[in-house]
């Protein structure tokens, strides 16, 4: 120690400590500190990346969500267009259904005629009010009465019998024909669908 500093030690007057030191175990705080200012930096970086992640999800749900839309609206566009042809084979459907009534009757008329004779025209319709009933429009060239005859002979084996008829001939051997065709034997007609369809 040099002349000076023992000096300056003999100036101070002893003195007595206000307060009891601190105890050791604080030493622990600034530690703690140091830990926690590590500790807070890494959970800003981790929820820093983490936002990112959401930020990326949420753009990558909102895509697919547009995606689905789009794809729903096809969807139902595919549906329409499936409902109308259902709609559509329904029709047909029903269409074939009641016709088979009639193919017994149109098979019959076209096998009446004869050699020289020829179906110009030949309409079935059903009556609404009866279904049963089948209104029927004739038109036919060659063969006169006699193959008018034949035909309604023909009809008449399929089970139906002609009411309220209208016939007419013109120039050059056409006959007209016009009746009311009422079922006679269901029978009949059902062995004539069989022997068709076999």
């Given at each position: 120690?040099?002349?000076?500093e023992?000096?300056?030690?003999d100036?101070?007057?002893?003195?007595?400590?206000?307060?009891?030191?601190?105890?050791?175990?604080?030493?622990?705080?600034?530690?703690?500190?140091f830990?926690?200012?590590?500790?807070?930096?890494?959970?800003?970086?981790l929820?820093?990346?983490?936002?990112k992640?959401?930020?990326?999800?949420?753009?990558?749900?909102?895509?697919?969500?547009?995606?689905?839309?789009?794809?729903k609206?096809?969807?139902?566009?595919?549906?329409?267009?499936?409902?109308?042809?259902?709609?559509?084979?329904?029709?047909i459907?029903?269409?074939?259904?009641?016709?088979?009534?009639?193919?017994?009757?149109?098979?019959s008329?076209?096998?009446?005629?004869?050699?020289?004779?020829?179906?110009?025209?030949?309409?079935?319709?059903?009556?609404?009010?009866?279904?049963?009933?089948?209104?029927?429009?004739l038109?036919?060239?060659?063969g006169?009465?006699?193959?008018?005859?034949?035909?309604?002979?023909?009809?008449?084996?399929?089970?139906?019998?002609?009411?309220?008829?209208?016939?007419?001939?013109?120039?050059?051997?056409?006959?007209?024909?016009?009746?009311?065709?009422?079922?006679?034997?269901?029978?009949s007609?059902?062995?004539?669908?069989?022997?068709?369809?076999?």
């Amino acid at each position: 120690m040099s002349q000076h500093e023992k000096f300056l030690h003999d100036l101070k007057t002893g003195r007595q400590d206000l307060t009891k030191p601190l105890p050791k175990i604080l030493i622990i705080v600034p530690i703690l500190f140091f830990i926690s200012l590590i500790g807070a930096v890494f959970l800003n970086v981790l929820f820093f990346l983490k936002i990112k992640e959401a930020d990326a999800s949420s753009t990558d749900w909102k895509q697919r969500a547009e995606s689905e839309v789009v794809q729903k609206k096809q969807t139902e566009v595919t549906i329409n267009l499936i409902k109308k042809e259902e709609q559509q084979a329904q029709e047909i459907h029903k269409w074939v259904e009641g016709s088979m009534q009639m193919q017994p009757l149109a098979l019959s008329v076209s096998r009446s005629m004869g050699p020289k004779s020829s179906i110009e025209e030949l309409l079935l319709y059903k009556d609404k009010n009866n279904p049963h009933q089948i209104l029927i429009q004739l038109s036919f060239i060659n063969g006169g009465q006699k193959q008018l005859d034949d035909t309604l002979s023909a009809i008449n084996t399929v089970g139906y019998r002609a009411y309220s008829a209208n016939q007419s001939s013109e120039q050059g051997g056409k006959v007209n024909y016009q009746a009311t065709l009422i079922p006679q034997n269901n029978y009949s007609i059902s062995e004539e669908l069989t022997t068709n369809y076999e």
